[in-house]
């Protein structure tokens, strides 16, 4: 991802690479050949003592995630973007959000942003603009589907193994968290039921880890239904071994009509019900007579730098233009911490076989962090502390509450 990265920042007229750290010698010379007149090294703390250096994106693997910023946060570099997932564990996230409200608060003008970047995905980022104007109306159901290749090969193999990536539902599944989170205005996962499984890829691989032989542990198809606290209910359907290429469909559904996005076709196509009163189904030609078809085009600048459909390039932009022009994150710490902990809430789910409750989850974050108080909106551990009624009565008098910021 660091490479895309790479690409994606050459593409930008406002941003340059000046430096690069990775602890391998073949990311290196790949960092070198991608971008020569940038410095390469192999310690990160070089870089961040760098006066050159006024920006991070922290690409390494996720449980690297902590250990990175525990150094970046508190030092000299001003803006940071952390790819997906924030960190690991909910424990880490706290931390992070500990760290960011003692060095990077509103008054510093620092950024702390977390990299979501399905957000920018253009068929996405069309139907958020429909959603977010209210064109279907009250938002009900919110159902993403990835059928995919499986995981690729990562340097060292750390994504073979759910210490290493938080897990599957982790790891790839919170951009999904994220989107329904973002599509739902903020609202906040209640509770989750998944069922899933590690039932066809990597099961003859064994890796050595620290002179023992392993086995993978990352499932590779779930499927996910999550209720939120405005009252919606999420669905995900992901399979790692369904398709040879990486096929996103978002389906919303409001009160007033269904929008549907879906990558890489990246097309948008929103349906306008009518109401129903006939003994015999809607006439043939009704569906089309209210359906409407957008493509979004993607730049081949942009299709060429990296697999996200620009998603990536659209991103960094939002970003350096936030850090430029002194805007503020727009995938918050929070974000962050909810879309790691429906994680962990679904990989709990499918290892014990049962409903988990969020508050669960977010108990295992000490009430008393900054984090709580620090974040926008309402922090995690308020969240949770809400909603311990988990009657539908006080869950939707928390979303009423909550303050809805477009996020
Ligand atoms: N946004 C997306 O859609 C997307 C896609 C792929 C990966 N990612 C995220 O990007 C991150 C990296 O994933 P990847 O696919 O590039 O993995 P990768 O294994 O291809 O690359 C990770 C790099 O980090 C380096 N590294 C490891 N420890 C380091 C350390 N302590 N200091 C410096 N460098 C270190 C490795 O040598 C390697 O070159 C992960 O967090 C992953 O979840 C995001």
Request: proline content about 4%; some cysteine.
């Amino acid at each position: 991802m660091g490479l895309e990265h790479m690409q994606n920042i050459k593409l930008l007229e406002n941003a340059r690479v000046v430096m690069v750290a990775d602890t391998d010698e073949n990311s290196r010379q790949l960092a070198a050949k991608e971008c020569p007149e940038a410095r390469v090294v192999e310690d990160y703390e070089v870089l961040l003592a760098d006066e050159s250096v006024d920006v991070i994106v922290v690409c390494t693997p996720n449980c690297h995630h902590i250990h990175v910023l525990r150094k970046a946060i508190p030092s000299r570099v001003r803006h940071i973007l952390v790819e997906k997932p924030l960190c690991t564990t909910v424990e880490h996230c706290q931390e992070v959000a500990e760290l960011v409200a003692e060095h990077m608060g509103p008054e510093t003008g620092r950024i702390f942003w977390v990299g979501m970047e399905y957000r920018y995905m253009p068929p996405i980022a069309r139907l958020l603009e429909h959603v977010d104007n209210g064109e279907v109306g009250k938002l009900h159901m919110v159902h993403i589907r990835e059928h995919r290749f499986p995981f690729l090969l990562k340097v060292g193999n750390w994504n073979r193994f759910a210490e290493n990536t938080g897990g599957t539902l982790v790891e790839k599944c919170c951009h999904f968290w994220d989107l329904m989170r973002r599509i739902l205005q903020g609202a906040k996962a209640v509770r989750v039921y998944a069922t899933g499984g590690m039932d066809v890829n990597h099961i003859g691989e064994t890796y050595e880890v620290d002179g023992v032989k392993k086995r993978p542990d990352i499932i590779d198809n779930a499927f996910v239904s999550i209720d939120f606290d405005n009252g919606a209910r999420g669905c995900l359907d992901l399979c790692m071994f369904a398709e040879d290429r990486q096929h996103e469909e978002v389906h919303v559904v409001g009160s007033t009509g269904k929008i549907h996005a879906e990558a890489p076709a990246c097309v948008v196509t929103m349906h306008k019900p009518q109401p129903a009163s006939s003994r015999v189904p809607p006439p043939k030609g009704r569906y089309e007579q209210h359906t409407t078809n957008e493509s979004t085009a993607v730049p081949q600048a942009l299709l060429e730098a990296g697999h996200h459909e620009g998603a990536t390039f659209y991103e960094l932009e939002a970003f350096v233009n936030a850090v430029q022009n002194g805007g503020d994150a727009v995938v918050t710490i929070e974000d962050g911490i909810e879309a790691v902990a429906m994680g962990v809430a679904a990989e709990l789910s499918i290892k014990e076989k049962r409903v988990v409750e969020m508050q669960e989850v977010m108990a295992l974050i000490d009430s008393t962090g900054p984090a709580s108080a620090g974040a926008a909106g309402s922090g995690p551990v308020a969240a949770s502390a809400s909603s311990s009624g988990s009657t539908a009565a006080a869950e939707e008098e928390h979303a009423a509450k909550r303050h809805k910021s477009k996020l």
